[in-house]
């Protein structure tokens, strides 16, 4: 579908890589060529996983990013550069969920949901954008959304509008920075069993609730190899501002 080295010597920085879609995004870039900068707060797991690319053949670098810390961003954009150079692509992937319904939600909880969600991808698509723009030669950025941010779902309110606002982000910095060839666009996962929800999905509850849906399963993350490796790659330089609903068609039953 996509050359094998599609990628290659591209710089691609991947945030929320120590876990879940992140981890296995990094590793299917990796294996696209890119060299990869790997990112999250958890410093253990990122070595872990970096070293797991350069054993395969692959390059990567760990860097410790805090997406809710514009200091912690700065930072990690700079020792990301000073490994790999200039970024290519990002993969604007870190977030967190809580299932909960709209009247247990409390206001330290909702603030979490937004300030790593909404803010923390909004400050890294930020920056990162500011340094394309400077270097004059345009980028790729890819948000990952979810399916929670097209349709309202029970349990998923403060998550679904955290999501939302990143949809909408990624059609305002794809219009404000088309005259500068970087691309913008957003990926809308449907459920995949990771450690956001995989205690859920392990459940009797959560059988029940995945035999609901059509196909009844889960989607597995290298469904969503596809549109990572076309948003990525900036395979067509007109592809902007596009939401990729990609859930397995889950979203005509959730609700
Ligand atoms: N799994 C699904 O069904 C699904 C569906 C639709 C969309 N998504 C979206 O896909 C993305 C990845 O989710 P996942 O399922 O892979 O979840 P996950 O397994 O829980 O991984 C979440 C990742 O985000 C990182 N993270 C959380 N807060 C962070 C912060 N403040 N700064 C930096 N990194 C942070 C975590 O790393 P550290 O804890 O080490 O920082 C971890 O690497 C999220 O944006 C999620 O909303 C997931």
Known sequence: MFAKDCLSGRHVLVTGASAGLG??????????????????????????????IRASGGEAHPVQIDVTDAAA???GLDAAEAAFGPLHALVNNAGVADPRRILDIDEAEYDRIMATNAKGMWLMAQETGRRMIARGQGGQIVNIASMGGLIATRGLSAYGMSKAAVIHMTKAMALEWARDAINVNAICPGYVSTEMNDYFFDSEAGRKFVSTFIRKRLMRAEDLEAPLLLCTSGASRALTGAVFACDDAQGYTLY
């Open 73 to 75: 961003i700065l930072a």
């Open 23 to 52: 981890r296995h995004f990094a590793r299917t870039l990796a294996r696209a060529g890119a060299k990869i900068t790997v990112a999250a707060r958890r410093k253990d797991r990122l070595g872990a996983l970096a070293a797991e």
